[in-house]
């Protein structure tokens, strides 16, 4: 027996991206013939497709974790690593995605509609392509980045024109027997129905879909008899109909006093879709009252009596049987005319486009923040720095170098002088915290050097802390002695930090961007 499944958490992970080689072309003669290491392949996605033939979310019940493939690491001889395959997953239409604080992210409705649940990583530079006259043999690449993981919720919510409420054993699921070609379960019990049956009826030109919500009772939309699972597939429904049991035998209920508990229910749910293709609450849809099982003689003269009493309402009150056939015509033609008015009204919504807003030209796209865990320290946040940590190798200098340089260039160390960052100040930036030091010169030309270290970071004329205290302390003392203010050589700790032309033209790569 299959099972109907309309919410679900998944856990979604995308792949990541390969690592980046580094490596020299050599052969006979040519020992070293230059960075030959191919760029990483980029991770897969993972992406929410919704498909027609997919009703129900039971495959993520079972399988909640989907995980896409990671992409393949590069290779020497310029030898680029493979894409990982990106996941695909159906979903059926009307599912909405939420975020794991509950927010909803996504409404997915139409056949084709997609949503990227996590991203795959991008995969990193080889040393061929960080090559450049500064730097004409890398001898690092870049580490390739990890992909997103996310959890989400995916709710279902059914896709249909007329919803039919209605205490449990009303006669709801009868009803759609017969007005459709469905064959949900009918039994002499409560809460036969369990979820959510759709049918499709047909009506002269027109055509639409009902669906049977289960049995909803006092207290539904604070949870009380499942309430909230039933209420979530009317939040679509365009016209509510109310199907009335003028046949029961339990005390204190009568049609009258049902339809106020269920309008009490219905006004008192707050639906998370409220301005979903232009409907409104569910206190404010186009109502239809349905009085059934008039095949039986006190139930007809029941609906009789309080015919005139509904009608004062302004709803349109229809006395049918599902059993015997009677009044289905008229119903019948009376939802299609509420439904081509409610089309009429509200056409489909108009796909979105793509939004594209430029950057300001003064937007540096990242921020600096002081730490409040650590004094004096600072943060850096930004999605390229971000980026840039991941993919270094800090157990090589010469990666560590040009990591310098890329930040160096986008105005991180200015920011940080400007913020009054001193040397040895803790910064810390995505998940790494480090020392910061104002005297690494970057954006110039790199000498030669041994592949995989860096000069700038082992240099012999580099003043240390100890002796800039000594010569701040000589500085002052000599001020004091002439009279004069003393001189700030504060300057002279970033005057290679600057951003020359041949190094910014030579080592900005896509990547950089």
């Not at 690593?81 to 997953?89: N, R, T, V």
């Not at 919803?163 to 027997?177: D, E």
């Not at 002695?481 to 080592?507: H, I, M, Q, R």
């Amino acid at each position: 027996m299959s099972r109907f499944v309309d919410r679900v958490t998944i856990h979604a992970t995308a792949g990541n991206g390969g690592h980046g080689c580094s490596s020299v072309h050599r052969e006979k003669f040519k020992p070293l013939g230059g960075p030959d290491g191919g760029n990483g392949g980029n991770g897969g996605s993972v992406t929410l497709v919704v498909d027609p033939q997919v009703h129900t979310l039971l495959d993520f019940h079972f399988r909640p974790h989907a995980s896409a493939q990671n992409g393949r690491p590069g290779a020497g001889s310029n030898r680029d690593g493979a894409d990982g395959d990106d996941l695909i997953l159906p979903v059926p239409d009307g599912t909405v995605v939420l975020d794991a604080d509950g927010k909803i992210v996504a409404d997915m409705v139409g056949a084709g509609t997609t949503y990227a649940a996590a991203a795959g990583g991008r995969g990193g530079l080889g040393n061929a392509s960080l090559a450049s006259r500064a730097r004409k043999a890398p001898g690092f690449a870049l580490l390739g980045e990890e992909g997103e993981v996310n959890e989400l919720v995916l709710e279902l919510k059914s896709v249909a024109d007329v919803g039919l409420v209605g205490f449990p054993s009303a006669g709801k699921s009868s009803l759609v027997s017969v007005l459709s070609a469905a064959k949900p379960k009918i039994a002499d019990y409560p809460f036969t129905t369990l979820v959510p049956n759709l049918g499709v009826v047909t009506a002269g030109s027109d055509i639409f879909t009902i669906a049977d919500v289960p049995g909803l009772i006092p207290g539904a939309s604070a949870g009380k008899g499942l309430g909230l699972e039933f209420l979530r597939h009317l939040e679509r429904c365009a016209v509510l109909a109310h199907v009335v049991d003028c046949a029961t035998l339990d005390p204190g209920r009568d049609p009258l006093s049902d339809i106020d508990a269920l309008e009490a229910e219905l006004a008192a749910y707050t639906p998370a879709l409220s301005s979903d293709h232009g409907l409104t609450d569910l206190a404010d849809r186009p109502r239809v009252v349905i009085l059934n099982k008039i095949d039986v003689p006190d139930a007809a003269d029941l609906a009789e009596l309080v015919t005139a009493e509904v009608a004062e309402r302004g709803w349109p009150v229809f006395a049918i049987s599902a059993v015997s056939h009677a009044g289905l015509t008229e119903l019948t033609y009376a939802l299609a005319e509420l439904v081509r008015r409610h089309r009429t009204e509200n056409p489909p919504p108009v796909p979105r486009r793509a939004v594209i807003r430029p950057k300001a030209v003064d937007e540096t796209g990242f921020t600096v923040v002081r730490d409040p865990a650590t004094p004096g320290g600072f943060i850096v946040r930004g999605t390229r720095p971000e980026r840039w940590i991941k993919q270094t190798q800090f157990d090589n200098d010469e990666a560590v170098g040009y990591l310098a340089d890329r930040l160096s260039r986008l105005g991180v160390e200015a920011e940080l002088t400007k913020q009054g960052a001193v040397a040895g100040a803790p910064v810390t930036i995505g998940d790494v915290s480090f020392d910061w030091d104002p005297q690494v010169p970057s954006g110039e030309d790199v000498p030669i050097q041994g592949r995989g270290s860096d000069v700038r970071l082992d240099r012999p004329d580099r003043i240390g802390a100890a002796d800039r205290k000594v010569a701040r302390k000589a500085r002052r003392h000599h001020a004091d002695d002439f009279g004069s203010a003393p001189v700030d050589l504060g300057a002279e700790a970033f005057a290679g930090t600057g951003t020359s032309d041949d190094g910014l033209s030579d080592d900005l790569h896509d990547d950089d961007r």
